[in-house]
T-cell receptor, first 111, second 113 residues
Framework: RKEVEQDPGPFNVPEGATVAFNCTYS??????FFWYRQDCRKEPKLLMS???SGNEDGRFTAQLNRASQYISLLIRDSKLSDSATYLC????????????FGSGTKLNVKP | DAGVTQSPTHLIKTRGQHVTLRCSPI?????VSWYQQVLGQGPQFIFQ???????GRGNFPDRFSARQFPNYSSELNVNALLLGDSALYLC????????????FGPGTRLTVL
């Protein structure tokens, strides 16, 4: 079983739509969670951290449900420039921080 | 300020050869992690180094090794290359061993023929 699982998509949405991604993690000891964005053939870039209380950054809202072990990302008012692959990440910390990436969810925003 | 840099950007090798990939972290960052990303998958953790010491290792064979230098740059070495080693190799730097914010370099795309 993978540590972090995501729906690969693609999610095809029109500009201005609201879209939500979920991901689940298997290790209940995971301590921190993140969403990264990765454009085609580019490196991942940190989009936002995910806090237990939920957090918002402009059009992006992240939520964490520890009881159900899932993380969500909501994108409002989608822009063409939001088209990318969104990677969910769970971090465990024993002697060092180990980051487990999901396989990513592809988003296509169309005009 | 320069971000994480990696070299080379692309590399083609044949099975059985050896490869060395290089990474320079962001100035002031002392931790470097290496990841392998196969097409269609998320990055898979290979190693983390901090202050020249290995702090963590993922589930990769002993053909993979790495080291970190006094200036915090790092090398990833892969011996006896297999076709399955073809991937994007990403380096990420963070301030310390517990740094939760990682910054990725552009990666080295390795093709093994």
């Amino acid at each position: 079983r993978k540590e972090v699982e995501q729906d690969p998509g693609p999610f095809n949405v029109p500009e201005g739509a609201t879209v939500a991604f979920n991901c689940t993690y298997s290790n209940s000891a995971s301590q921190s969670f993140f969403w990264y964005r990765q454009d085609c053939r580019k490196e991942p870039k940190l989009l936002m951290s995910v806090y237990s209380s939920g957090n918002e950054d402009g059009r992006f809202t992240a939520q964490l449900n520890r009881a159900s072990q899932y993380i969500s990302l909501l994108i409002r008012d989608s822009k063409l420039s939001d088209s990318a692959t969104y990677l969910c990440v769970a971090m465990t910390s024993y002697n060092f921080n180990k980051f487990y990436f999901g396989s990513g969810t592809k988003l296509n925003v169309k005009p | 300020d320069a971000g994480v840099t990696q070299s080379p950007t692309h590399l083609i090798k044949t099975r059985g050869q050896h490869v060395t990939l290089r990474c320079s972290p962001i100035s002031g960052h002392k931790s470097v992690s290496w990841y392998q990303q196969v097409l269609g998958q998320g990055p898979q953790f290979i190693f983390q180094y901090y202050e020249k010491e290995e702090r963590g290792r993922g589930n990769f064979p002993d053909r993979f090794s790495a080291r970190q230098f006094p200036n915090y740059s790092s090398e990833l070495n892969v011996n006896a290359l297999l076709l399955g080693d073809s991937a994007l190799y990403l380096c990420a730097s963070s301030f310390g061993p517990s740094g939760t914010e990682q910054f990725f370099g552009p990666g080295t795309r390795l093709t093994v023929l």
